[in-house]
């Protein structure tokens, strides 16, 4: 008979594009005994949840809770509540991501446009104004940090220019929401999901999400009802919301990990923690200019959560990959897609963005790479 | 500015309908840092995770995982990629759990023929004979083990039956898997899912489905895509299959818990673990009758997982279950749907299922109905 043994992984350091390292204190709190998914005091604490994922996206909206599943989890969600067949949806594709929100688009029925550019490259304003001027839109599907090729996109403008167009806006948080801003009132973001094992420094298995009032009257005026049971955003909000209607058992001990997660935020404080983790991304810059590499994308549109570096002439970009794995225990990532060999991908995110690590990895790739 | 304060919830005694309680062992596991997704490391843990659920499945199917959500995440996953638009799906209706079998099959377009039999009884072989008689169905859907009557239904003769039409057997697990015999490939069954909160004594947050040869070679036939991206198992059995391609980022610290939990399973044994639930059960029941209370479902398909009990006349069912709660830490639950107010339902599963706990529940009742 086989035995298994004790859980007895090696101490990774985490830093590819997640999930990045958990705080022991969200590890702590993942280890609580349990309480029931109706007990009054975990109704209490979803509140608290609730509150405290609103600060972060910095959002008065309601609907703002976890959905019971990872980041594509909350991806489908957004797709699958504000798409009915045959509804035009504009996708901008500049990356992995993107063409997934394209895939769900499509599974759901979407009447869909691609507006594509290279990976490595951001949106213009212009760009969708003249996407939307040549076919209108019901949603307009743009990722703010792209995992797969590490751009920023600027949103402010071009949310100006959806909403005078009469479309919805609808944003992919996945790797920026509580590492940089997200600003979802100011810049009038409908829909937004993320996923808790970015920069949030939790464990992979919840996505946030936030839905605003021009979303939800588009929600509440569907044709179709939504073909998703597990991901109905109108069945959803009956649990998180006031009624607290059964509708599925909501992962406990994932709640009690986002809450801590939530709460060393809070603690810290948004301006703080997004100033944290923008010096320590240039503080990694400057390392990574030492050695001789380069990141993918220009400063401007750089983001600080996710850096991809170009991979030298001749280095074997999964070796190096694997020896730093293997011989100092940190992780980073390849590329994918158009990216596939030619990219190395670092995350300085939530609890993994820290100056020890950062020295840690310029340290080991400097040896791995023989400078 | 508002504060936040450490975790600090009461210590429940989980004696509902799941969440049940969580092993010490399993809540540390949740604990460990966290490796990456595409670790070497986790893909041994999942290789680990799919062994220990055939054994607890009792199946030798490949395609047997965890889905990265809740039951009813299982729940969905099993009907959308086994129900086409048009496709005839005879559903067994006799609870809460069937009915949302027939919400989901109607949303994903089946052509749903519902059975319906009295709340609290089972089928009868002759009942599906003379059904799909009447008219043929792709999917027959029932469920083994309801959650909200406390019905075990035999599925021996009914799963020849299905088969002598052609139609492919879907059975939900989720009150039963890990605390009475399943035996997915002894009776033949084509799909089937459970969930980790209930008799595997984990957090909720993870859906095992297995999937056998008859039900992969439909799947891979399908006329159409499955429309759900996340849930969709021709693309799920690639990361969790031999490939190991990306797909969505695995739930890590929830797989950790999931594998001590199936861990503990295998160290007591599979029979030792019915025989521990049945024999609760029965001491359990036993006490209940000093009490003067009795279950809602006759012995010969009562559940030793679940049990529902009558409501005695001019007894506020609400009233004991908060007081059980306030004044003891012990949660049951009331009836769902048509039972609302005239059961309760408690629970004896996975870890929850001890003589110590039944003898408190047991006392406990006693004071609180003035007995």
Redesign the interface.
């Known amino acids: 008979m086989?035995t298994?043994k004790d859980?007895n992984?090696?101490?990774?350091i985490?830093l590819?594009p997640?999930?990045s390292?958990?705080h022991p204190r969200v590890?702590?709190?993942?280890?609580?005994?349990?309480?029931?998914?109706?007990?009054p005091?975990?109704v209490n604490?979803m509140n608290?949840v609730q509150?405290?994922l609103r600060f972060v996206f910095e959002t008065e909206n309601k609907m703002t809770f976890p959905i019971?599943?990872?980041?594509?989890?909350g991806m489908?969600t957004a797709v699958?509540n504000f798409v009915e067949p045959g509804d035009p949806v504009l996708v901008c594709v500049n990356g992995y991501f993107s063409e997934?929100l394209c895939?769900?688009s499509l599974?759901?029925g979407a009447d869909l446009t691609r507006l594509e550019r290279p990976w490595g490259t951001v949106f213009t304003p212009e760009d969708i104004d003249n996407a939307l001027k040549a076919k209108p839109a019901k949603v307009v599907m743009i990722v703010m940090a792209e995992t797969s090729t590490g751009t920023l996109q600027p949103l402010e403008e071009i949310s100006k220019i959806v909403h005078s167009h009469g479309a919805l806006l609808l944003v992919d948080c996945v790797t920026s929401l509580g590492g940089i801003p997200v600003e979802i009132d100011k810049t009038e973001i409908d829909i937004a999901y993320s996923?808790t094992?970015k920069c949030l420094g939790c464990?992979?298995?919840l996505s946030p999400i936030t839905v605003g009032a021009r979303a939800l009257e588009v929600l509440n005026h569907r044709k179709t009802?939504?073909?998703?049971?597990?991901?109905d955003l109108t069945a959803i909000q009956n649990y998180w919301g006031d009624e607290r209607t059964?509708?599925?058992?909501?992962?406990?001990?994932?709640c009690?990990?986002l809450?801590?997660g939530l709460?060393l935020i809070?603690e810290e404080g948004l301006s703080e923690r997004f100033s944290r983790h923008q010096e320590n991304a240039e503080f990694f810059w400057d390392g990574l200019a030492k050695l001789g590499l380069e990141p993918v994308v220009p400063l401007e549109f750089r983001l600080p959560t996710l850096t991809t570096i170009t991979v030298p002439e001749g280095v074997d970009a999964g070796k190096v990959s694997r020896q730093l794995?293997d011989e100092y225990n940190i992780?980073i990532?390849g590329g994918?897609g158009a990216f596939k060999g030619k990219v190395w991908r670092v995350g300085l995110m939530g609890y993994s963005s820290s100056k020890e690590n950062i020295v840690l990895l310029l340290a080991a790739l400097s040896r791995v790479l023989g400078k």
Chains 1, 2 share one sequence.
């Open positions: 086989k298994y859980l992984t090696s101490p990774r985490l590819g997640g999930p390292m958990v590890l702590r709190a993942m280890a609580h005994p349990l309480v029931g998914h109706l007990d005091q975990f604490l608290e509150e405290l019971s599943g990872t980041g594509s989890a489908e699958v997934r895939e769900m599974r759901y996923g094992q464990p992979p298995g009802k939504v073909p998703s049971w597990y991901f059964y509708h599925h058992t909501a992962p406990i001990s994932m009690y990990g809450r801590e709460r809070y794995l992780e990532a994918l």
